[in-house]
Structures are given as C-alpha cells and as structure tokens.
C-alpha cells in the first residue's frame, strides 16, 4: 500500500483584504519565513499560492525567489477578482461584495487570470503550474483559461461544500457547489469539472472536514442564503445577528 502524500498549500495575500479595504498591507510578509523553516525542518517543500498584493511586495517576491532559488518550495497562482487587474467594476462596490471570478464575463475572466499568471512569471522567472481560485469559486471556464496558459495543478475543489449560499456580487448565484465532487485527486474533464475525464490539468482537491453538526449547518446554511437574499436586514433588533456571529 502506497503511503498517502501530505501536500502543504498556503494561500498567500494581503493582511486585510477581507476588511473592505481599498489599501492592503502586506506585514505579514516578515513573518512568513519562520512557517517556511518549520516546512523545511521536516522536509516539506510548500506551495506559496501568491495573489495580486503580494506579488507587488518586494520583501516577498525577495523571500518567495530564495524559496524557489533552494528548490525549498513552489509560488503559484491565487487571485481574488474583484482586487486584481485589470479592474472591471462587477457591482456598485467591489470591494463590499467581493465577486466571485465566475461572476465575471469570459473575457474578463481570462484577462484577470493571464494578468495575474503573467505577473508571477515576470516576478520569480518560472513558468506558474499550479492554482487555487479566490473563495474557492471555480467552473469550466476557469479550467479551461488555466489549460490554454499551462497550468498542471487547481486546487480549488473543496469536496462535500457548498459555496452557492455565500453571496458574492448581489445579482449572481454564489459560489461552486462541490457537494458531489471527488475526494481523491482527478484529471478535470474539461465539460464538466466534477468529474475526471480526458483533460490535462490534475486537480487536487482539498482536505475538508465538517466543523458543525448536521443540524447546525442547514441553519447556518439557511442564514447564509438570508444575507445572500439581503433578507437579514429585516430581523435586525430580533437577536438573529447574535445568532449569527455565534455560528
């Protein structure tokens, strides 16, 4: 019996990107070699997914280079949408709703993706092989615009979880439903990315586990949809919001 691999993948961005923010810091750049010298001290070799602010930090592309310079680890590709080039305003505030890439018209889609893939390249000198979208939201489109510019490897298949009630730009349907996608590493077919088929990029789903009970998620699921519907703001003074940060 083969021993199982234990890849180690970091989604590297910005130190406030999720706050609403225009202006990102990047401080926690200074802190990110101690994480690579635990990896190297048991001979793991980590994979730096690396989005748009951290790409434009020079204290990081200077620690991402020595890690691929020792051959002691990986940058790929990680781009949030609604903060990386070349801007499209998706909703009325991006930066509130932060959209999901599948929101996004193919054409900009892929105009954000090669923006991204040819940044990293032009930063580190190697060619970007593997990936993992923004708040996980992935689709057939999005495989295919990371076939044609040379990945290998997505990993943004987070099995058994369902993204659609997380609201991302007000007029979309939320995120990917990955409720019946393979656990266990798959060649995406490029018609439908639920299924392995004749397609050259590995995808390499995530490790997932649930951190509620059953019954705890279909009401956190069903509170999830009510602020995707903008539903919630009716019950605010009810105690519902309470109820919500609790989950």
Known sequence: MSRPAFLITIDTEGDNLWQNHRIIATENTRFLSRFQQLCEKYQFKPTWLTNYEMAKDPAYVEFASDVIARNQGEVGMHLHAWNSPPEYPLTDDDWKWQPYMIEYPDDILEAKVRFMTELLEESFGVPMKSHRAG?????????????RLGYCVDCSVTPRVNWQFTAGAPQGNGGTNYTGFPREAYFIDPQDISKAGPGTL?????????????????????IDKLRADGVLRLFIGCGLPEIISVL
């Open 202 to 222: 590995l995808e390499i789903p995530m490790s997932t586990d649930y951190k509620y009970s059953p019954g705890v998620r279909r009401i956190k699921q069903g």
């Open 135 to 147: 708040r996980w939201a992935f689709d057939e489109r999005y495989a295919a615009v990371l076939t």
